[in-house]
């Protein structure tokens, strides 16, 4: 066997279909541009049209198979609907990748109902619902990947986490239930964390360079990280390679969190 063929074996995606929510930017987009260079057929859901036509007509470019759906994942309707979508374009998923959140962090006594309520709605609900939606087809089938994007703020407190830390910490839990309940039938549920990483999300701290210095000599590795750092992880949470990896928090940090 050569090392391209073992390789091939571990990793190609080849033949399978992945969902990514968020995919038009930051984190979301270099995974859905690792998957489909990997070989998956990758719908790409994400709001901004222009975005989203962007993101395609790069992929399609490199010879990779591609579409987006417009959709808005902060209502349950609004869900519903991307999923159907999705599925439509190039069949029921193999893979999904929830990557779509909101960075809303007011002050503690500051935190209203309506930031509570967008935040659980896109960070947690979304997820859930379309583990719901693809879940259990990817259990009957035998073989099915998904992956949450976390954050530090599920694992420690700074910086204001407010609702969106708890909405995060709830997301590992759920990638654990879910893995509960189908990785006894070749599903398998996990989540990435991030460091901070330079991204349209992370615009706030983005714009104080002495915070971001900060944060960057806070890791072991002396960067922050960069949208493309997730290719590696993602393909392999996404392939043959991690069958036996579930319920696990993996995170992608340069030593942030250890350091």
């Known amino acids: 066997m050569t090392s391209q063929t073992y390789l091939s074996d571990l990793f190609s995606l080849d033949g399978r ?17 690792a998957l489909a260079r ?42 519903r609907v991307a999923a159907d979508a999705a599925a439509e374009v190039f069949g029921e998923p193999d893979i999904l990748v929830n990557c779509a959140g909101v960075n809303l962090r007011p002050p503690m006594g500051e935190l209203g109902e309506e930031v509570w309520d967008a935040t659980m709605a896109l960070n ?43 909405s995060k910490g709830a997301l590992e839990a ?7 309940a189908w990785s006894p039938h070749g599903v398998t549920c996990n989540t990435l964390v991030p460091g901070f990483v ?12 002495e915070k971001v210095a900060a944060l960057a000599a806070r890791t072991m590795v002396g960067r922050n990280g960069l949208a493309e750092d997730f290719a590696g992880a993602a393909v392999f949470l996404a392939s043959r390679a991690s069958a036996y990896v579930t319920g696990q928090a993996i995170f992608v940090d340069g030593g942030f969190s250890v350091h």
């Open 198 to 209: 330079m991204t349209p999300l992370n615009a706030r701290l983005s714009s104080d360079p």
């Open 38 to 79: 990997a070989g998956a057929s990758v719908v790409v859901v994400a709001r901004r049209e222009g975005e989203l036509v962007a993101t395609v007509d790069e992929l399609t470019a490199d010879g990779c198979r591609a579409a987006w759906v417009g959709a808005d994942l902060r209502t349950r309707d609004g869900v």
């Open 17 to 33: 279909v992945a969902v990514v929510t968020g995919g038009s930017s930051g984190i979301g987009r270099a995974i859905a541009g």
């Open 124 to 166: 947690l609900e979304a997820p859930y619902l379309l583990g719901q939606r693809f879940g259990p087809g990817m259990a009957a089938q035998g073989f099915g990947r998904i992956i949450h994007i976390t954050s530090q703020q599920a694992h420690r407190a700074f910086v204001q986490s407010g609702a969106y830390g708890v």
């Open 174 to 180: 759920l990638a654990r239930s879910q893995a509960e």
